[in-house]
């Protein structure tokens, strides 16, 4: 029998919900489901809502599942903002979020003409050291040291770990 198990609230008005269905149908539960909210879906596997709730990428979902437990422990203020990485095959994206205020400081990515000049390619280890320094760059100019760093579920190591440690090197404490 499918269920469904609310997420934590976020901030007032705008909160992640995550959403188990194995064997019921979404439009079942769309009363139950406030219009600002987001739905991650899993479950769903060997039943008649195979195109609605069937995630093909078990990685990516149990990488959601990871950064939704870490951000129920880290919190980022204006002091000491949280440094949010997002990878993909292509590019590395990263961003400093006061998460009291709603508010993305900076942000910096692979695509920025500062660091792709530097890099052949975005999404390897050397861009992530180059994307490192420049964030670290970029954060001091916005006034900021200290940061915590939100891994976004990804696991230390590779490419998120060049860049951790570039950012280090650069002048980030963490």
């Known amino acids: 029998m499918g269920q469904i198990v609310w997420g934590p609230e976020r901030s007032e008005g705008s909160h992640i919900e995550i959403a188990s269905l194995c064997s019921h ?3 079942d539960y769309t009363g139950l489901i406030p219009q600002n909210h ?3 879906l899993w479950g769903a596997r060997n039943d008649s809502n ?3 709730a069937n995630m093909k990428n078990i990685k990516e979902l149990s990488r959601i599942k990871r950064h939704m437990r870490l951000r129920k422990k880290i919190m980022g203020d204006k002091e000491r903002p949280r440094m949010s990485i997002h990878r993909s095959l292509t590019n590395l994206y990263v961003q400093f979020v006061d998460d009291l205020n709603q508010k993305t400081i900076c942000s910096v990515s692979t695509l920025d003409p500062k660091v792709k000049s530097a890099v052949k390619h975005g999404g390897n280890i050397k861009a992530a050291e180059a994307l490192g320094a420049q964030a670290a760059l970029m954060a001091k100019s916005k006034g900021i040291s200290k940061v915590v760093f939100d891994l976004g579920g990804y696991i230390y ?5 060049a860049f951790a440690e570039a950012a280090r090197k650069n002048g980030l404490l963490f």
């Open 25 to 27: 149908n979404l439009k």
């Open 38 to 40: 987001f739905v991650i």
């Open 50 to 52: 195979k195109g609605i």
């Open 157 to 161: 190591h590779g490419r998120i770990r």
